[in-house]
């Protein structure tokens, strides 16, 4: 069964915004056995969308529209739609009922542009929309269906749980889609692919996506199939064989970002960590903070931005930042076991580099970041060159220090057994 | 002038990823005075990109598809224009011997896959791409323009730069859109758009988006004219008055973020500011850092997630923790005046809350968080209630306290004159 997705807006067609609503009902499109075989985007004109819905109508089983279903002059997905399949649009004293005592909760009066929300074309079943004024619709007519939803994420998401997620329930083919994701860190995409490539493309009717996000890489394997077990063994068997030949580098199986598992393996290990950071700027205690509960784990951390911070609150000597350069190695030591020591807890990380666009020598080009991770067991510290601009170059240096911490378990656990 | 977008990829009918090269084509077309009118997102599926093809181009006088141009079996936007338009795919001698070359420098040989990528449509163009294998094309033929453009968004900018937009200049019409960009904090959309509606409906062939994006508001006005002059005092106009309208809400007219207006205003004045966090985790010093230069303004901050961390590290008395709860008015103010005793700053930020999922009472339920600044002439300290989850709770609390500081100044630029 496949569907087509329509977002409506002129706005979607400006360098400012993207439709992100279809994400959100792929997956949920997925998980009921429809695929998504295109997405169209179309301006707020009543040529275009009949257009686009003339068009996905032919070619799909389900045509999901989003957007232009508030009450101005600009939302015409009714208007398009009736005019299509040649309906009469007619008023539903309901609607308009309902939007006439919502604007009266908020102790207004319902402005008369209001009365073509309640317009609707003959034959369509109305979606009711707890959280705004515009309902949706659902036709189905001549073998098509063809579900109008409202563009805000929250009404859209309600909306499709409530009223559309129910009517195409087990109209779907029996096949479903099944699903992994696998995380990975520390390994260029081609060198990942070639380990991999040789696994997946053994298995017949799997698909496997092989996307670079910043700092890590996710492969997501998929299989159509009628048969739940037998699809779920196979990925769990996949899983198993990808997670053999790429070793320590996969960090999670289960969707979960990097501080995420860092977190857990804190937690597990009863163990604490607070952090020193000059170049992130903080950044490394935000995402360890992501986590919710991580108060447990994570006492707090320093942005130490200037050398005096850095020498007043964790004692980096003076000295030492004056011979070797705020950016060195012996900073960033001194940084991860100045905090371990002041605040007492399991581990201790430093970071200090050049996170540009200014600032980079042709000995320290901007990119130059040195990590460090203190334990009882001593002080690990790299200098490492990360490409990119400002923002990725922060990000990459936090990832590599929670990578690190994830790997001291990890050794740890080994050691243990 | 028309163009319309075809991204080709399965992985972008996926939950799991969207095409976001369009916006920086839709932004450079538009400068060149194209409209992009739809855009199109299907799968590797010869039959599919053969159809978006033929629609796009009955439509628009520029088609730009990205993507597929890679050297497996599912990149077929080449085949797909060629089978389109009953064009023969010649081998490009030259472009073979640069992919050649290419592999050699990086010392392995080229797979024979990699001989799709020198195909070329007879009558194409050939796109140079010194950043990858994959060349684009550029196809003029019976009053079409066809452009394909590889996937990867640096390959894709730079061809775009170098090849694509030397061909397309002077190509458009002399109209050319005009654009501005209003940021706006502290105000609801309904109650923004309330104020300025009047204002730039008024405007003949002015087009006004209203965005929300998370904690403010963006207003982009636009128009498409082929008198730039008038274009843009007409611009100036507006923006003048929607800056009267919503006064001290409107924090950028340029584009700039709020930490970077708020660094701006630091250096401006010759102030510092230190933070002292607790729930927002080191947001706030990371948003501030990501200021190129703001180390002139910004010394460091201090997470202080733990009670301990607060009491030792920003003395705040463990009585007042204990007597008005770490979410307190108290903690707030104790927070922000002793990050900027310790660290004799001109100003000191403290924000202290409950930014869940738990940790919720009825009292003080999730959103909780009391935010403070500490100056010279005493301490501003408020709650708030901030809506959503963890996330958008932290960052509407970093959006307030950087309001705070931007209202500072302007309050103190007020007193000065």
Known sequence: MKAEIIAAGSELLTPYRLDTNSLFLTGRLNLLGIRVTRKVIVGDSREDLVDAFRDALERANVVISIGGLGPTEDDLTREALAELLGLRLVRHEEILQGIRDRFRRFGRTMPESNVRQAMVPEGAEVLANPLGTAPGLWLETRGYIAVLLPGPPGELEAMFNREVEPRLAHRGPSQRLHTRELRVVGMSESDLDSRIAPIYSQYEGLETSILAARGEIQIHPRIWS??????????????????????????????????????????????????????????????????????????????????????????????????????????????????RRRSSTTLGVGITGIAGPDGGTPEKPVGTVHIALASEGGCKEKQ????????????????????WVRMYFLDDTRRAT
């Open 226 to 339: 009628s048969d739940s077990t037998s699809a779920e063994r196979l990925l769990d068997n996949l899983v198993k064989k990808i997670e053999i030949a790429l070793g320590d580098c996969v960090f999670s199986t289960t969707r979960e970002p990097l501080e995420f598992v860092v977190g857990a393996a804190l937690r597990a290990h009863d163990a604490t960590i607070a952090t020193a950071e000059s170049c992130t700027g903080g950044l490394l205690a935000e995402r360890l903070t992501r986590v919710p509960g991580s108060s447990v784990y994570f006492p707090g951390g320093i942005v130490c931005y200037s050398n005096d911070w850095k020498t007043e609150w964790t004692g980096v000597p003076a000295e030492t930042i004056e011979t070797h350069g705020a950016v060195s190695s012996e900073v960033a030591i001194a940084l991860a076991e100045g905090i």
């Open 384 to 403: 490492f060159r990360f490409p990119g601009e400002r923002e990725q170059v922060r990000w990459s240096a936090t990832q590599m220090a929670l990578d």
